[in-house]
């Protein structure tokens, strides 16, 4: 059984900050980059950021880089992104999802959260 589940989003004001939590299982999770995505209401999903296996590599979208960390605890199967200045802008749901490696593409990403929402209210 694999899931990844996705916890931490909700509801908060413009300049403010959310980490979110992506916890797997029924995986090697170190065997995997852990990507995260968001998709706002009429739009196209997003990769936003991904970090490789070791976790020694992050990857950023520009949008969100600066204000956003990616990280990860092998010890613990799971991975976390920590959000800071949050923008409306940002307001998502929000997914992990797993990989053999980072990649642009949700096409390549084998296993998927159920996603959080995340609200920023200006």
Do not use: H
């Not at 070791?54 to 613990?76: C, E, H, M, P, Q």
């Not at 053999?100 to 959080?116: E, L």
């Amino acid at each position: 059984e694999v899931q990844l589940v996705e916890s931490g989003g909700g509801l908060v004001q413009a300049g403010g900050s959310l980490r979110l939590s992506c916890a797997a299982s029924g995986f090697t999770f170190d065997d995997y980059a852990i990507g995260w995505f968001r998709q706002a209401p009429g739009k196209e999903r997003e990769g936003i950021s991904c970090i490789r296996r070791s976790g020694r590599s992050t990857l950023y979208v520009d949008s969100v880089k600066g204000r956003f960390t990616i990280s990860r605890d092998n010890a613990k199967k799971t991975s976390y992104l920590q959000m800071s200045n949050l923008e409306p802008e940002d307001t998502a749901v929000y997914y992990c999802a797993a990989s053999a490696w980072c990649a642009v593409s949700s096409t390549a990403y084998a296993y998927w959260g159920q996603g959080t929402q995340v609200t920023v209210s200006s």
